[in-house]
């Protein structure tokens, strides 16, 4: 017991912490808020510290962060600017793996996969891309982690 105690510990001093940044309108809305409860902000540690870090990195859009230029996800404008099916893939495929090399809780990117099956243009208004990611932690954890749905309604 007390190992898993200790390898928990060392796991969560790894991956850091930080504070809740929650949905705004879960499931509507890409917009968050720092999450404020019982008279204190709230903290996210370990796995969920390094989600919440990558969510926020591949829902904020490359050079919008005035502060860190560098952050962000450059897909978005391979979803809007490439007309053939296969490139715009390819492109929002590299700008995810970007995202996951700029974070450096990230040991090593297993892989990247695009779960639509679809090569052919995706009709216009409905440019969506179901991502699964799996690469492995600075703690030696191998995580898998469903990004849902790479998405822009033009």
Known sequence: MAVDRDREL??????????????ILP??????????????FTRVAGFDCLDQALTLGLTTALGSD????????DGINALVEETDAVMMRERVRVSIIQVLRSE??????VDVKLQDGQ???????????SVRVIFEA?????VSVD??????NA
Do not use: M, Y
């Open 66 to 73: 005035i502060f860190n230029t560098a952050f962000g996800f």
């Open 138 to 142: 600075v703690t030696g954890d191998q």
């Open 119 to 129: 090569l052919e243009r995706l009709p216009p208004g409905s440019r969506e891309l």
């Open 104 to 109: 450096p809780r990230v040991r090593r990117i």
């Open 147 to 152: 990004l849902g749905k790479v998405a822009l």
């Open 10 to 23: 060392a796991r969560r001093r790894a991956l850091g912490w930080s504070l809740e940044c929650a949905e």
């Open 27 to 40: 499931g509507i809305d890409l917009g968050r808020d720092l999450v404020f409860r019982d008279g204190d």
